[in-house]
């Protein structure tokens, strides 16, 4: 779902399925699930994997794109492209908050391309925009 998970506007060509090895995305998956506070959620139709959202949190030494702090897990989020828009990511997104709130977590971040349809979801959801480019936005969302 990594490799899901990589924005590309469209009519651009796809990238190969080795970039998910690159340090600067392997992070968001590499020993996955050793971490306390790593944590997954995925959608299934049929048997299939169709959606995921996980957060793990990242170090000062070790950041993330979405990187805050020590203590916000980040959010990756990933959906099969013919699954999108029937808010099965919105639901992966609650379960993942519901879940860190359990764990006494209050905060959750995210990167996201502002071309990115998904963008306009996170706002909706109540994300904050912390940081931002031209291109892009690190947000935030406070549950507690």
């Excluded at 990167?111 to 109540?126: F, I, M, P, T």
Aim: hydrophobic share 40%; glycine share 8%; proline share 3%.
């Amino acid at each position: 779902m990594l490799y899901e998970a990589i924005f590309l506007e469209k009519g651009e060509p796809k990238l190969p399925r080795s970039m998910i090895e690159e340090p600067s995305l392997a992070k968001y998956i590499d020993k996955f699930g050793l971490e306390k506070y790593d944590l997954c959620f995925v959608a299934v139709e049929s048997g299939s994997l169709i959606g995921a959202a996980w957060g793990r949190l990242f170090s000062e030494k070790n950041k993330g794109y979405g990187f805050l702090d020590t203590a916000t897990p980040e959010l990756s989020i990933a959906m099969k492209e013919q699954f999108r828009n029937r808010g099965i990511g919105t639901r992966l997104i609650q379960s993942i908050v519901n879940e860190y709130q359990q764990m006494g977590l209050n905060t959750l971040s995210i990167s996201v391309d502002k071309k990115n349809k998904a963008y306009e979801l996170y706002k909706r959801l109540g994300f904050e925009t912390i940081l931002e480019t031209d291109t892009s936005a690190v947000m935030r969302l406070l549950f507690a």
